[in-house]
């Protein structure tokens, strides 16, 4: 994503910046004001790797002042310095307590969220997820895991995929090396399970005005589960017992102390995958997730793009043939 900081700037970005010097000259009159808007895009090697953004101060009509690169990671520290966030580790409280310090001294000071499509400055490395030819597809690259919930739930193995699915919002109007991406951007995956079980996925990558991001339902002969994300919320209820007997539940799990964009899912696999890793070579040391569970959830996605390019029903058997 990008992030765009702007304000009235009592102080000279020279004496943090030195880099800056030979491109603004120090303004003796600190009664003076000036606007300044400092962008910036980012990146990470994997996830939660080694991060870092590349910042550009701009004055007021557009031209740039500085270009520079800063190792911290600007995104969190934005949502720090807005206390969107909390952090435990003592290296970013201090850097945030600092950015706030001089957050102060400002006239002004605005924080705004540019979303990627409306970023035009900003150009992904090799522009990679926004081709199929790159990702594999948007039912590969966004979705795999929720084919793996599908699996969990059933508690069965994929036969065959049926899907349907078209670019019809995102990305349209962007041009690569002259191309146009061709990422889905919604689509119906029906999956069929070798126990009888069916699941399908809704997926709409243009649907910011939902109260929730996920939702997730189970139903079976005795009743219906449903899961709300990022509301946080459970429902159970019997058929016996109709839609009186429903009841909600909280979702809340004592070892998240902070949530994230993943709702602390992230920290819990990382847990799984820590005790996995400790356990190795003793009994009952098998992995929460293994690499068929990962194999069989990428090779649902793939049937599912296959599905939507051929227009009928792929089976596991032909993506998986000769692996």
Known sequence: MGEGVSGDILVSPLTKFPEMASAVEENPTRNKSMVCILEFDGASKDNSGKTGPGPVLRAEEGSVVSSFYHPAHCGFLISLVQDLWKTKNQNMADLCKEVKGLKDRFLSFDI??????????????????????????????????????????????????MASGSIDVNHKDEI??????????????????????????????????????????????????????????????????GRAGVKTFEAKDPRIKYEGLHHGSSYLEHLNFLSSVKAHGSSGAAPFVDLEDGLLSVAMGVAGQRSIEEGCFVTIAEVLSGH
Request: hydrophobic share 40%; net charge neutral; aromatic share 10%.
């Open 176 to 241: 690569y090396d002259g191309k146009v991406p061709d990422i889905i951007d919604n689509a119906y995956v029906i999956v069929e399970f070798d126990n009888g079980s069916r699941g399908m996925l809704d997926l709409c990558m243009f649907a910011e005005g939902s109260k929730n991001e996920q939702e997730i339902s189970v139903v079976g002969d005795i009743g219906k589960g449903e899961a709300f994300v990022p509301e946080g919320i459970v429902r159970i209820g019997k058929r016996s017992d």
């Open 112 to 161: 705004v969220h540019v979303k990627r499509p409306s970023y035009t400055k900003a150009v992904q490395v090799n522009n990679w997820n926004r081709f199929n030819a790159n990702t594999g597809g948007t039912l590969v690259e966004k979705c795999c895991h929720f084919f793996d919930l599908m699996r969990l739930f059933a508690a069965a193995n994929p036969v065959r995929v």
